[in-house]
């Protein structure tokens, strides 16, 4: 690959220069949803408009795509950039909230309200659009549209300063917890791949779900594998995130093995090449999905603000018994906490090195309760090639996700409580920042595993 270094360099620098400018190149509607890649593809068209069509060619030949990250980016302002680009191309359907944070435009969610909340919604205008009923976690949410002439934020304020004892929100969005940073592509000498087994501890079938973009079945990683879908009106919307999260967690194919290979997947998917995609609202209606379901592990690695309906939502189903597996996020050390990760009873997760260092870019604290190999490693890609490396404490949690698996079926708080000591206990001492220590080591594959 020497022999390619010229090329690489200047598509490193035109990336850094696209990156500043908050211009991803090839960014379009589904990429913004799911936040910037975890391991760059080449651009679209860029190779052609370099007159290099060799390079691309060759990359095509190949099983993984190694090509090398950009430098010396601020990996804690990654997503403040996308976040931005989401808000400049569609203002249509979306706003900024009065911290920046994307919201659907003119959207306000409501959680069970009283009928004298919904009376003071009506009497400052409010009218009712949506009504999701969730029987198995007995509650219902309300979407209201504000209308023009009345600001967003201004008709929740008085919202809330009519009905104080109700819950009212915004519908935030929420994008994938990857990164991009520095990660080279020599392989990880020595390292082994295993993947487990596809029974519970009781014997039963292994099932797991899963809250992302859409998951690409067709790719070989999935040949063989159940996958039970929700969203999209039934349609299928591949993505790479949810792709690559789908593939740690259950898939298999001659030269890559995820956690839990022949487990049942239950994928929600929550964008559906929308530019709403990835709202606050569709989060609760997936995990009310997943409660019928009664699928006991669900992994979101998926990042954003504090959200009244999302940290409701939650509480109710750590109380049912579930086990929420969340990306704690990359914004940085120093970084506030991210959601739904930092939510009391939410098993957060965190990505380190090959050394077991914790990411540069990952979040600390408290929320922090297992770490996952989260760099040097291979997922599923939609496309040629067919693998790519991926980093980022998205690709950490479902690893943790699929090893609680086995042990809690269905929900149940006791089984839970259970299933997270015994990870604990099975965990190794790293230090700082790796919460109750290091889990999934052998389950991280190398970019040897491809030579």
């Known amino acids: 690959m020497s022999s390619l270094r010229p090329t690489y360099t200047l598509l490193r620098t035109c990336r850094c220069l696209l990156l500043a400018l908050g211009l991803l190149a090839g960014a379009g509607p589904a990429a913004a949803q799911i936040g910037l890649p975890g391991m760059p593809q080449l651009p679209g068209g860029l190779s052609s408009r370099l007159g290099d069509n ?9 099983l993984l795509d190694t090509t090398e990250l950009p430098r010396k980016v601020a990996l804690d302002q990654l997503r403040s950039l996308n976040m931005r680009d989401l808000l400049q191309r569609h203002p249509a359907q979306l706003e900024p909230d009065p911290s920046g944070f994307p919201i659907v435009r003119r959207e306000i969610l409501a959680w069970s309200p009283s009928e004298a909340g919904l009376a003071a919604a009506a009497a400052i205008r409010l009218a009712e659009t949506g009504r999701q009923e969730m029987p198995e976690i007995g509650q219902v949410l309300v979407t209201l549209r504000v209308p023009e002439g009345v600001a967003t934020a201004d008709a929740l304020a008085r919202l809330r300063a009519a009905d104080p004892e109700g819950s009212y929100d915004f519908n935030h969005l929420y994008t994938g917890a990857e990164s991009v940073g520095e990660e080279e592509a020599a392989g990880v000498p020595g390292m082994e791949t295993s993947g487990a087994g596809t029974t519970g501890a009781a014997g039963g079938e292994v099932r797991v779900g899963l809250v992302d973009s859409g998951v690409d079945g067709s790719h070989e990683v999935f040949e063989k594998a159940r996958i039970v879908r929700w969203g999209c009106d039934g349609a299928s919307r591949p993505a790479p995130h949810g792709t ?70 939650v509480q109710a189903m750590v109380t049912r018994g579930h086990l929420l597996v969340a990306a704690v996020g990359n914004d940085g050390p120093a970084a506030p906490p991210l959601y739904p990760a930092s939510y009391p009873g939410v098993v957060g997760v ?102």
């Open 244 to 313: 690559a999260v789908g593939a740690l967690m259950i898939g298999k194919s001659e030269r890559f093995t995820g956690a839990q290979p022949g487990a049942k997947l239950y994928a929600a998917d929550i964008y559906c090449d929308q530019p709403t995609g990835g709202s606050a609202s569709q989060i609760v209606q997936a995990l009310a999905w997943l409660a019928r379901e009664q699928v006991g592990v669900i992994n979101i690695s998926l990042v954003g603000p504090p959200n009244q309906m999302l940290g409701r939502v």
């Open 350 to 451: 965190t990505g380190i090195d090959p050394k077991r260092h914790p990411l540069p870019e990952a979040a600390r604290g408290p929320q922090v309760m297992f770490a996952a190999p989260g760099s040097q490693m291979a997922a599923a890609a939609i496309g040629t090639p067919p693998y790519k490396l991926v980093r980022g404490t998205s690709f950490a949690s479902p690893l943790v996700a699929a090893l609680l698996a086995p042990r809690l079926p269905s929900p149940s708080p006791a089984q839970a409580a259970e299933a997270v000591s015994a990870l604990a206990a099975s965990a190794s001492a790293a230090g700082e920042g790796t919460g109750r220590g290091v889990v999934a080591e052998n389950l991280r594959i190398p970019p040897s595993a491809f030579r």
């Open 54 to 62: 060799s390079l691309r060619d060759r990359l095509r030949e190949t």
